[in-house]
């Protein structure tokens, strides 16, 4: 190999030094706000003066905290369930169709990752205020479905064209339908891009929050908005306990996936 890391010598510490301190930088403020919001003090006070549970039990027994919890829920659930299935149809027509227009096609698809999120978003309000979509459960299952997707379809993707062809082709001519050969050979063969479609869409759904605020309304408010709205009022070390509370959401998916993927290399 023309790098083996294990023989650069002493510059091979100086690249894990440098590993570490980005790691530490990247760190450090998500562990400091898990920090706060186990502090006693009312105001965002590092280091806490004593460690109480009591922020994570005035928002457990917040009625609209916990309705903004649940709504994030509901809607990253359902966003997560849309993205996979039509993910997976988009991806098949992406990696095996040969039609014109395809790479533009896949281009449009993955427009919402490059495109300014202020600038999908007030597209959206725009769009949906038209529809009489704004403030409603399907109007957010819609918008996050827009920025959700290109992840699901990058994911699905990927697997798919790692997957041999042939052996689905060999369960058709064995009698099995073309559906039943994709529902019984290549999603099986293809479950770690689909879930890392699934981990992906959720995670991007449960953290938006840039469009959330165009498509919120006093009756619905997902979590990320009302983090924001609060932040506005005040700076409760409640707010502390939300943000490490999606933290560890977001690092318990992750988590699973990869124990998942090992459990499969296995």
């Known amino acids: 190999m023309l790098l083996d890391f294990s023989r650069l010598g002493w510059l091979r510490w100086l690249l894990v030094a440098i590993g570490v301190l980005v790691g530490l930088f990247l760190l450090l403020p998500i562990l400091l706000i898990v920090a706060l919001s186990f502090g006693s003090s009312q105001w965002l006070q590092f280091p806490p003066p004593s460690w109480t549970l009591k922020w994570y039990r005035a928002l457990f027994s917040d009625p609209d905290w916990l309705a903004s919890l649940l709504t994030s829920f509901e809607i990253a659930v359902v966003v ?70 290109p992840f699901a379809i990058i994911s699905i993707s990927n ?7 042939a052996i689905e082709n060999a369960a058709i001519l064995c009698g099995a339908t073309p559906l039943e050969a994709r529902l019984r050979v290549t999603i099986p063969a293809i479950r770690l891009g689909l879930l890392g479609a699934a981990i992906f869409s959720f995670l991007a759904s449960w953290d938006e929050v840039v469009i959330a605020i165009f498509m919120a309304s006093p009756d619905l408010q997902t979590l990320p908005v009302r983090i924001y709205t609060t932040l506005r009022q005040d700076l409760s070390p409640v707010i502390a306990a939300v943000s490490a509370l999606l933290v560890g959401c977001s690092a318990l998916l992750l988590l699973l996936a990869t124990l998942l993927r090992k459990e499969t290399s296995a």
């Open 159 to 165: 697997a798919l064209l790692h997957f041999d062809v």
């Open 80 to 149: 997560t369930v849309l993205s996979v299935v039509i993910g997976f149809m988009a991806s098949l027509a992406l990696t095996r169709g040969r039609f014109p227009g395809r790479e533009l096609l896949r281009a449009l698809f993955l427009t919402p990752m490059v495109m300014p999120v202020v600038v999908m978003a007030v597209s959206l309000y725009a769009f949906f205020l038209r529809l009489h979509l704004n403030g409603t459960f399907i109007g957010f299952v819609m918008a996050h479905l827009v920025v959700a997707l």
